[in-house]
């Protein structure tokens, strides 16, 4: 039983069952928006608590339910230091949401503040905002209630993108420190990036224009606040920027919509020049899909490995410039699903790490390189300075003009990069800079590897967490037997490679296959899908 999820030739569902409950993924939630408000007002008590545990220092609460459809709608936590909510906390969120009645609620709530040794009289701080779907704003009334349910100070910073929102909770925690992120206001955000990048690109030819789809989203109203930091240095043209027609929000748009359908949305048909350079946001702007069209209009995807190729290139080489090459280790970070190719074309030149799928999984490793660059192939992704790279940086006295403006450079990377998360805007700019720096445009920054052709599909089982993997999930633990067949299965293939792993954000398993012609990695991801079933 195979039919077409309405997702195009990218993504096919096998079907067994249906989801009926909640469950929490890299802290956050997703589900039809009109069903969320009590698990809102849990999800406000919870970050008044979490603040609490952590004296008082802000937590981030965003709704947003991302790249899905609009009638969806979810909500992420954002812990103080920018970054994805502790992974401890995800089970006790997940415990509070799903408590079934309002004294099991009490009861789960009551065992959460004894065990984590919550001191209750604390003070709580929590800065929230929503995307632009309809149900957010009933969802964050509901949120405020469980915040004046506890007495939480909050402060509600409107319709924004999630790593703005990510920038706030960052910048408010460490206002008045030498470690300041930044103003804690939107503007400083829109200031800070729009500096660095005037700084990064200062004397460079200016380049053609930006096309970016917004998806219908927030992004739209963010790029179009970013526009006036940029001050000329870089034009960016908005399409799908209609932020309150129904329905429309990821509709046939986004960067959601082109990774899986690995096609221009059909709305920039006309507007998209051969050769121009553009780029889809998802919901929340915090994943990035760039591509263009060649000559004969044939279409051609820049994803995230695509990102990081470029990405991680360009700074091992101003490290390099720098003189700082035996000192500051670059490394990459990517997951099973990146393509094999990408991954053989980073690994000649850096070290690689295959990580769990999940934001948190990748940033974590990140952190354990000096530099760590981190995308994951669906557009999510960015890049973090260690804090003692940062002070090297800082400190470190160049002996040439020329490492002097590398370290210039480096620098100004460091600012222009939103290291909480990744961010589609901030990501925009990072690939404008390397494309000015190094004349590409989209043709020469694609021709750096040839993808493998690749296929994922979805099949729906009886019971996901039947499927256990090991390896970064590359390979499965149980059902027993199972991986042997699939691996006898790869070993047909010419640069076969497939592997299955329970969804965390959908009651599905994934399976995922590339080999070198398309119709054997079709015909594999099937094969495999089958054996699943
Ligand atoms: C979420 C994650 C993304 C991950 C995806 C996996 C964030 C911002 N994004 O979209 O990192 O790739 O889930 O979904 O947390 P899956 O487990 O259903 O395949
Ligand atoms: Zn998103």
Not at 208 to 221: F, P, Q, R, Y
Not at 228 to 234: A, K, M, P
Request: aromatic share 6%; with cysteine.
């Amino acid at each position: 039983l195979i039919f077409d999820f309405n997702m195009g030739p990218q993504a096919f569902v096998l079907c067994k069952c249906l989801i009926d409950n909640f469950t929490i993924h890299d802290g956050h939630v997703a589900i039809r928006g009109s069903t969320l408000d009590s698990v809102l007002f849990r999800v406000g008590v919870i970050a008044a608590l979490r603040s609490k545990k952590l004296d008082g220092l802000a937590v981030g609460v965003m709704v947003t339910a991302s790249h899905n459809p609009e009638q969806d709608n979810g909500v992420k936590v954002v812990d103080p230091r920018g970054e994805m909510l502790e992974g401890s906390w995800e089970a006790h969120a997940t415990n509070l949401a799903n408590a079934p009645t309002t004294d099991d609620f009490l009861a789960v709530l009551d065992t959460l503040i004894r065990t984590t040794k919550i001191d209750i009289s604390k003070p709580a701080r929590v800065v929230y905002a929503r995307d632009t779907r309809p149900s957010g704003v009933a969802l964050v009334a509901a949120l405020e209630d469980g915040l004046s349910a506890i007495g939480a100070e909050g402060r509600n910073a409107g319709v924004t993108t999630t790593p703005i929102l990510h920038y706030l909770v960052k910048a408010i925690n460490t206002k008045n420190t030498p470690e300041s992120y930044g103003d804690d206001s939107e503007e400083g955000y829109f200031q800070k990036l729009g500096t660095a990048f005037q700084n990064l690109v200062a004397g460079r030819p200016p380049l053609e224009a930006l096309l970016i789809d917004c998806a219908n989203g927030v992004g739209a109203l963010a790029a179009s606040t970013l526009t006036e930091y940029l001050d000329g240095s870089l034009s960016l043209i908005l399409e799908n920027a209609s932020i309150s027609t129904p329905g429309a929000l990821n509709f046939a748009c986004g960067a959601d919509y082109v990774k899986t359908m690995q096609r221009l949305p059909p709305s920039l048909a006309d507007r998209l020049k051969p050769g121009q350079r553009a780029c889809s946001l998802d919901g929340d702007a915090d994943r990035l899909m760039y591509y263009y069209l060649d000559e004969r209009g044939i279409f051609h995807m820049l994803d995230g490995d695509k990102i990081a190729a470029l990405v991680a290139a360009f700074i091992v080489d101003l490290v390099k410039s720098a003189g700082l090459e035996n000192e500051v280790k670059v490394g990459v970070v990517q997951t099973a699903y990146a393509n094999g190719a990408s991954t053989k074309y980073l690994a000649g030149r850096l070290p690689v790490k295959c990580v769990a799928t999940g934001v948190k999984h990748l940033h974590h490793a990140a952190e354990h390189f000096n530099i760590g660059v981190y995308f994951e192939a669906n557009g999510h992704g960015t890049v973090l300075f260690s804090p003692s790279t940062q002070s090297k940086l800082a400190l470190y006295q160049p002996s040439t003009p020329a490492q002097s403006t590398a370290l210039k450079h480096l620098i100004n990377l460091t600012q222009l990069i939103n290291q909480t998360v990744g961010d589609a805007l901030s990501d925009i700019l990072l690939v404008e800079v390397v494309l000015a720096h190094k004349s590409y445009t989209g043709i020469e920054w694609d021709s750096l590897y040839v993808d493998l052709p690749n296929r994922l599909v979805k099949v729906v089982v009886n019971n996901r967490n039947a499927f256990r993997t090991e390896n970064a999930e590359r390979r499965l633990l149980s059902p027993p037997g199972l991986q042997s067949k699939i691996d006898e299965l790869v070993r047909r293939y010419d640069g076969g490679r497939s592997f299955v792993r329970p969804s965390g954000t959908e009651d599905v398993v994934r399976v995922y296959a590339e080999a070198v012609v398309r119709s054997q990695a079709d015909e594999l991801a099937f094969r495999v899908a089958g054996l699943v079933y």
